[in-house]
């Protein structure tokens, strides 16, 4: 499951005050949001460089990416109609770039700390100057808008829900009027990296973050997040297969290790072993299942189930999710098979009993209105 889904993309003319207009699919704990950017490109807008210098928005790294600390503000339309007689209707509100600001003093700052919540779709307080971490899902939205953004910048977002998810009883905030209006803003960020330029460890440590913040977000009822994070390892854990796998011919995978960043020294991170990844891989792909069930997506949940149990033939829990999966989408006897194997693992599996008395029951049932249907045509 990708958590943004590009829908189409247009372009202004020009370089300097060109229009571009974006929409995608976004992942929020309330489902999937349609988001429309429109951004103004500027003159003379500012990053922070590597070396703490401002530079112009032509250099090759004007925007953030992963691992970026960007420092942004999330206005609804309203409260600033609210302000705007301070502020000229063009929208020449001064943004406060920060010349004098070194990365490091952005870093200082580091994440704002905030959960996410199940009854909000833009996340981060909105008014505030919040620092956030590009690439970390804390707000699918705000991400999405910062990737194609320069310091100094500001988007004008429209969100408008998309289908009728599980999340429609979540109750909506009141000053929340769709379609939902507000502003991007961003002020600063540090350095971060494109995920090919990563060194494999990097990678690593980006997969097993992802899968314990997927674990943290589930158990905390928000399962669009912990999907939306399990996707986002899947992609970077796919990215290591052939490395870890030459490591593996040559015999190395004990001793194999990867400088981290040329920034931290003679730190290392141990990279996995094929064994290692086979099992993450496999964990990753059923915990995706688990969520799509929960999102009622039987189709995506029984994919990813059947992958799992093809990289782990003895994980119980992606065979039984696999059963549900098979189960939903009235494919009984893939079911019976995903079921029967869970039992092969654990026979005293009560879970496993009960989907197949049910599938009997099922299945019953079903030859019980056949047979009433054929003795009434022929009757």
């Not at 229009?19 to 309330?30: G, K, L, M």
């Not at 688990?290 to 990289?311: D, G, H, I, S, V």
Request: proline residues 5%; contains cysteine.
């Amino acid at each position: 499951m990708d958590p943004i889904h590009p829908l189409d993309t247009l372009h202004g003319s020009g370089d300097h005050d060109g229009v571009d207009a974006t929409s995608w699919v976004s992942v929020c704990p309330r489902g999937l949001w349609k988001v429309q950017q429109k951004r103004t490109r500027k003159e003379s807008l500012q990053s922070v460089s590597n070396s703490g210098d401002v530079t112009s928005s032509g250099s090759s790294g004007y925007c953030p990416r992963l691992g970026s600390l960007c420092q942004v503000r999330v206005r609804l339309k309203a409260n600033i109609d609210d302000t705007r007689s301070s502020v000229s209707d063009e929208g020449n509100e001064k943004l406060p770039v920060l010349p004098d600001q070194s990365v490091a003093e952005v870093t200082e700052a580091m994440e704002t700390a905030f959960p996410r919540c199940q009854d909000s779709v833009l996340q981060v307080p909105l008014g505030d100057w919040t620092t956030l971490r590009l690439g970390e899902g804390q707000c699918d939205i705000t991400e999405a808008c910062l990737e194609g953004m320069r310091a100094g910048e500001k988007c004008e977002i429209t969100l408008s829900p998309v289908g009728n998810g599980p999340d429609v009883s979540v109750p909506q905030s009141a000053e929340e009027h769709l379609p939902l209006c507000a502003t991007v803003e961003l002020q600063a960020f540090t350095p971060g990296k494109e995920s090919w330029e990563m060194s494999p460890s990097e990678k690593w440590e980006w997969v097993k973050s992802h899968k314990e913040r997927g674990g943290v977000r589930f158990r905390g009822g928000d399962v669009w997040g912990a999907a939306d994070s399990y996707s986002r390892a899947l992609k970077l854990l796919i990215t290591l297969y052939g490395h870890v796998r030459e490591l593996g011919k040559e015999g190395q995978e004990k001793e194999a290790e990867e400088q981290r960043d040329t920034s931290s020294g003679d730190k290392k991170q141990k990279l996995p072993s094929v064994n290692e990844f086979s099992t993450i891989k496999a964990e990753l792909h059923s915990n995706l299942s688990l969520c799509q069930l929960k999102l009622n997506q039987p189709e995506r949940a029984k994919a990813n189930a059947a992958k799992a149990t093809e990289l782990e033939p003895g994980g119980a829990k992606a065979w039984y999710r696999l059963g549900q999966a098979c189960q939903m989408v009235n494919e009984l006897e893939e079911a019976k098979r995903a079921f029967r194997k869970l039992l092969e693992l654990q026979p005293e599996s009560t879970a496993a009993l009960k989907a197949l008395k049910d599938i009997a029951s099922r299945e019953k049932e079903t030859n019980a209105q056949l047979g009433l249907r054929l003795s009434k045509m022929f009757s």
